[in-house]
């Protein structure tokens, strides 16, 4: 639990950070912060085994830290620098790790669903005991590849964990005026690939949600599909004026379900430590963001001819 | 005249459009009540009904597909695909159904409609806000793509489009938005209010597509370029003091071959310019074609001024895209070579 807390709150301070260097004009272009939904990713990721795959979409900087990617490596792609995971080249929205299979960061929404899908054959083919953990939103799941990936995935029992973040909101458009079946988890029927909604806010449930998923996924039964319920409380992107839901709507959620302060609760009434071991906990993990920040600054840029590496083998 | 940006431009143009036809209809992601990201369809929404201008699921595919369809059958649609970089999921539709229609119905019907898309970089958008695919569509016969360079040519432009009766991809130059770019990374903004085509007629004109258009005379060398760069172009003709003679191309496809040979006939050299990559770029058709009607008259060998054959990058945005001094050092060598 202590440490689920600490991986939420290390996301949480990255993502307030990102957000200031945006302000100061460091990061550049497009960069979607995770604040509101860590619950998500932190909890699936204590369900996983070490080699299981982890793909998102562009909302990603929550997912890397989750996967035990560097915040050095991420914080410095996003400044575009030498430093980051993709030395510059992918920035925000597009960022792997080999080590820590992360397969991306991808910008074009809905996209990964086929390719988490992918990986999921992948490792049925090679029988490696690994599942891959596919992750969208609810925008995403209106994309006609999502249920391409569907219908192979469950034809072929592939090992794969989809997890829905709904967060009530792609872009300016609620889930309601996008979805004749609001319930995303229910979008499974018809491919007899089983769904369950989850509270997204709350790490326990997220968690156990996510462990038996995946064991349904690993022991050759196919896919699962978890929706996770919760809330970005940031705007869409750094550039929206978030004119499409009120300041009370976000207010009401960060006040009584902010998945943090839900933990620290917990924390706190089972003892597990008390408010100045938690408060230390948050000094060290600024330190480690605001190390982050520094490399990210400090960090070169690539050298130009970075630009021309990269895009085939090279002879 | 009222100053306009591009967006009121597009916005002034769609409320025409709305107006005085009603089959016209407009949907896209966050375009209907959000009035889009870019604002382009601002306010349309509660001024004409949320059955004629409205919000789609993020559905590129289908929103292509789904303007075949109700084109067909009388409707007027004019959809949003909100970056251009997003336009692949509804490439198949264009390809296989949008573009030939007409022809494999043997005229019986037609996909008349218009696919606006914000496009192009300048706007540190990293590879998937900021690519240019527009020879991708230029390769389609039964389309036409046009790429306006300013508010005035935007909103006739786009009346002219969706008042044909062809299907259109209308490709929309973000960058320049809100005003021009004269090519020098991170120079402070600059508004269409000083500039003469940010003068736009408040009511209904047409700029026919196809037609291009000679934005400066000249006579050292032709650059042939569109969207953003046009403006890049000028000012790098003011900065060096090499008299080039600068061509708006407009539209692409169909696109006007007479202006342009007629230029490289005068001057003898020729420039063709483009953000996108270099390898079967638009250019590529440009200077092939420029050879085949002016090869007598050409003095050196065209030239092309492109992005590379990468992605567009995140870091060193400016080491891609054709900048101001790009273009100066691409104007000094096909003015001196022999
Ligand atoms: C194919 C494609 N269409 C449109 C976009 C623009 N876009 C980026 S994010 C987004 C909303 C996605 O919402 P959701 O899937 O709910 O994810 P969230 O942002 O809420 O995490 C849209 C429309 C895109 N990146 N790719
Ligand atoms: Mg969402």
């Known amino acids: 639990m202590l440490s689920w807390y600490k991986d939420m709150l290390l996301i949480r301070r990255f993502e307030e950070k990102a957000g200031q260097l945006y302000g100061m004009g460091l990061i550049a272009g497009f960069c979607h912060l995770y604040i509101g939904q860590e619950a998500v990713v932190v909890g699936v990721q204590g369900a996983l085994e070490e080699g299981d795959q982890v793909v998102t979409g562009y909302r990603d900087h929550g997912h890397m830290l989750a996967t035990g990617m560097d915040p050095n490596g991420v914080m410095a792609e996003l400044t575009g620098r030498e430093g980051g995971y993709s030395r510059g080249k992918g920035g925000s929205m597009h960022m792997f790790s080999r080590d820590k299979n992360f397969f991306g960061g991808h910008g074009i929404v809905g996209a990964q669903v086929p390719i988490g899908t992918g990986l999921a054959l992948s490792n049925k083919y090679k029988e490696n005991g690994k599942i891959s953990v596919t992750y969208f939103g609810d925008g995403a799941a209106n994309q006609g590849q999502v249920y391409e990936s569907f219908n192979m995935a469950k034809i072929w029992d592939l090992p794969v964990v989809y997890v829905i973040e709904n967060n009530q909101y792609a872009m300016g458009t609620s889930v309601k005026r996008s979805s004749s079946e609001t319930h995303l988890y229910k979008r499974g029927v018809s491919f007899n690939i089983p769904g369950e909604e989850v509270d997204g806010m709350d790490v326990v449930a997220v968690n ?9 996924a690993r022991s050759g039964n196919g896919p699962y599909i978890l929706e996770m319920k919760t809330y970005r409380y940031r705007g869409h992107s750094m550039s929206d004026p978030a004119k499409y839901r009120t300041r009370e709507e976000v207010d009401d959620i960060r006040s009584h379900s902010d998945p943090i302060e839900g933990a620290k609760k917990k924390i706190l009434e089972a003892g597990y430590a008390d408010e100045d071991a938690l408060k230390k906990m948050d000094k060290e993990i600024k330190e480690i963001v605001s190390d982050s920040a520094d490399f990210a600054r400090e960090s070169p840029e690539p050298n130009p001819d970075e630009l021309y590496t990269d895009v085939l083998i090279e002879g | 005249m009222p100053a306009m940006n591009m967006i009121q431009a597009l916005n002034s143009a769609m409320d025409i459009l709305l107006t005085q036809n009603p089959d016209v209809v407009m949907f896209g992601e966050d375009s209907g009540y959000f009035g889009g990201v ?15 201008v409205f919000d789609t699921p993020i559905n590129e595919a289908a929103i292509a597909a789904m303007a075949i369809g109700m084109a067909a059958k009388g409707l007027k649609p004019v959809a949003e695909i909100q970056f251009s970089d997003y336009i692949f999921p509804a490439f198949d539709q264009i390809v296989s159904e949008m573009s030939r229609i007409r022809y494999r ?19 540190r958008g990293g590879q998937t806000h900021s690519m240019s695919p527009e020879a991708f569509f230029t390769h389609i016969p039964g389309v ?19 008042e044909g009766n062809d299907p259109v991809i209308f490709f929309e130059p973000k960058r320049i938005y809100n005003g021009p770019f004269d090519g020098v990374p991170d120079a402070p903004l600059k508004s269409w209010a ?40 000028e000012h790098a003709a003011e900065k060096s003091g090499i008299d080039a003679e ?71 945005e400016w080491a891609y895209f054709p900048i101001q001094s790009r273009f100066i050092r691409a104007m000094e060598a096909v003015t001196k070579a022999v």
């Open chain 1, 208 to 216: 156990e949600a996510a462990a038996k998923a995946a064991e349904h």
């Open chain 2, 38 to 52: 870019f604002n382009a369809t601002d306010k349309l929404q509660a001024k004409h009904g949320a059955h004629r």
């Open chain 2, 105 to 123: 119905s043997a005229g019986q019907f037609t996909s008349g409609c218009v696919l606006r898309s914000p496009w192009g970089g300048g706007i």
């Open chain 2, 144 to 162: 036409k793509v046009a790429i306006p360079s300013n508010p005035y040519d935007a909103k006739g432009m786009l009346i002219a489009a969706a």
């Open chain 2, 194 to 233: 000083k500039h003469p085509k940010g003068e736009v007629p408040e009511g209904h004109y047409r700029v026919e597509l196809g037609k291009a258009e000679v934005t400066r005379e000249g006579s050292a060398c032709t650059v042939v370029t569109y969207g953003t760069l046009v403006h890049v172009a």
């Open chain 2, 246 to 316: 600068i061509i708006d191309l407009k539209s692409l496809s169909p696109y006007d071959i007479d202006t342009i040979a007629a230029s490289v006939n005068k001057t003898g050299r020729a420039i063709v310019a483009h953000e996108a990559p270099r390898t079967s770029g638009f250019g590529a058709e440009l200077a092939a074609q420029i050879q085949e009607d002016c090869f007598y008259a050409l003095e050196a060998p065209v030239l092309r001024l492109t992005g590379w054959d990468t992605p567009y990058p995140h870091a060193h």
